[in-house]
DNA sequence: ATTTACTCTATCGGATAAGTAGAGTATTGT
DNA sequence: ACAATACTCTACTTATCCGATAGAGTAAAT
C-alpha cells in the first residue's frame, strides 16, 4: 500500500514538473491545487528538500522548485524515501536487505523466491520511471494547457 | 508489505504441498516446522479453510489438508486474502476498485498511472504463480527429500 | 520593520498488525 | 460411554504507525 505521504509527494512532483521552470511554487497553492492537507504537504516538501528532490526560497516570491530536472528524478527514490523498500519482504530487498528470523535456508524458501519477482517487477516499474517519462504519458492522454 | 500472516500461510500452504498427499498434517507440527507461533497459525489456517483453500480434519489423525492440488492455489488469491487488493492504490485495483476522492481526473492522474502498471506487474508474478510452480522452482535450487 | 513563506519539533487520535487466551465442538480409539 | 485429540471461534491486549494539526522559529524581500 502507498501511504498518502508519497502519493502526495509524487502528486505534488508532477505539478512542480509540470509548471514555469525555476517559478517557486507556493506549498498553498500547491495544497489547494492538488487537494492535499497544507500543513501535511508543508512535512512532506520539507522531507522532499532535505533529500536533495526540492530547493527551497524564503520570503516573499519564495516557495518550492525542482532540485533538478524532472527525468532524473525517479519514482523509486520517492517512494523509498516516505515507505521504505519496494520489497514485500525485507529478506527480498535490494536496497534494505534484512534477513528473516523465522527462515532456515533462503535459497531454498518460496516466499523469498516469490517476492523477489515481485520486488523486481515492481522495482522495474518505478526506478523506470521518471517525472519527465510519467508526464509524458499522462500528456499522450491529455495534452497539456499551452503557457500563453 | 507482505503481512505476517500472508507470509505464515504461504509458507504453510508450501508445506502441505510438499507433503505426503491425503495425510493431514496438525497445526502444531506446522508451527514447530515452519517457526510459526501456533495459535497465530491456528488463526490463518481456520482463514484458509474457511475459503475453501484448506480441508481439514477434527479428532485424533486428524489436521489440515489442500482442499485442491498444489498447481491450482495461486499465490494471488493468498496475499488478496488476508492484505487485500495488490494495487498499492485502490483506484488501480482491479479486483476492488475504488476511486480516490482526491483526483480530479483518474484518465490524466500520473500516480493512478504509475500504479496501475506496478499492480499489473504485481499481479503478473503473484496470479502466475501456483504453490506447485513455486515448489518446482525451490525443487531447481536444492532436490527434495525424497520419500522413503 | 513588516510581511511573506519556509523550518522544525511536538503532539494526538484512530486504525491496524501481531500475538494470546480460553471456552467450545467434533472425531477417534478403547 | 468416555477420555484424549485436535480443530473452531470470539474476544482481547499491546504496540506501532499513519494521517493530520499546532505553534513557535528563521530567513528573505520590499
Redesign the interface.
Known sequence: ??SKKA?YA??AL?ALAEGERDEPMRIADLARD???PPKFLELILLGLRNQGVLRSQKGKGGGYLLARDPSEIY?GQIVRMFD?PLA??PCASQTAYVPC??C??E?????H???K??RD??A???DG?SLAS??T??HQ??PPAPPR
Open positions: 500500500m502507498l502519493k509524487i502528486k508532477l492538488q487537494q492535499i519514482l521504505g514485500p519482504v528470523a523465522d532456515r535456508d535459497a531454498v524458501c518460496g516466499v523466491l516469490a517476492m519477482e515481485v517487477a515492481t522495474k516499474v518505478l520511471t510519467l508526464l504519458k499522462v492522454v491529455a
